[in-house]
C-alpha cells in the first residue's frame, strides 16, 4: 500500500519561513504529479501548488512569489517552501500524489497524506 507522510508543519509568525516535506512509500513505479493542497476552516480544499515529472510547476495566485514546490524524484519526495507566511495561509496542508503502482497497467491511482497543520499567527 502506498503511503504519504507529511512533517513540518508548525506556529510561524507573519513575514515567516517554514519548508514541508512529504515522502512517499511502498509499491511505487512512477509518481506524476505530486502536489499541495490546503484546507482552512470552513472552506474547500484547493490546489497551493503542484509538479510534474518533467519538472512543471504551478500555483495558486495568492502563494505565487513566496511558495516554491520542488521534488526529489530519487526519494519520491515532495518540498514545499513557504516563505512571507500571511494568517490567510493558515490551514491544514495536504500531501498529494497520483501513482503509477506497476508499468503493466495504464491506471494510476491518487493518494493523500494525512495532512499537517500551519499555524500563521503572532
Known amino acids: 500500500q502506498v503511503q504519504l507522510v507529511e512533517s513540518g508543519g508548525g506556529l510561524v509568525q507573519p513575514g515567516g519561513s517554514l519548508g514541508l516535506s512529504c515522502a512517499a512509500s511502498?509499491?511505487?513505479?512512477?509518481?506524476?504529479?505530486m502536489a499541495w493542497y490546503r484546507q482552512a476552516p470552513e472552506k474547500e480544499r484547493e490546489l497551493v501548488a503542484e509538479?510534474?515529472?518533467?519538472?512543471?510547476?504551478r500555483y495558486t495566485d495568492s502563494v505565487k512569489g513566496r511558495f516554491t514546490i520542488s521534488r526529489d524524484s530519487a526519494k519520491d519526495t515532495v518540498y514545499l517552501q513557504m516563505n512571507s507566511l500571511k494568517p490567510e495561509d493558515t490551514a491544514v496542508y495536504y500531501c498529494?500524489?497520483?501513482?503509477?503502482?506497476?508499468?503493466?497497467?495504464?491506471?494510476?491511482?491518487?493518494?493523500w497524506g494525512q495532512g499537517t497543520q500551519v499555524t500563521v499567527s503572532s
Open positions: 511502498g509499491s511505487i513505479f512512477s509518481i506524476n504529479p
Open positions: 509538479i510534474t515529472s518533467g519538472g512543471s510547476t
Open positions: 498529494y500524489a497520483v501513482v503509477q503502482t506497476t508499468s503493466a497497467f495504464s491506471s494510476s491511482f491518487s493518494f
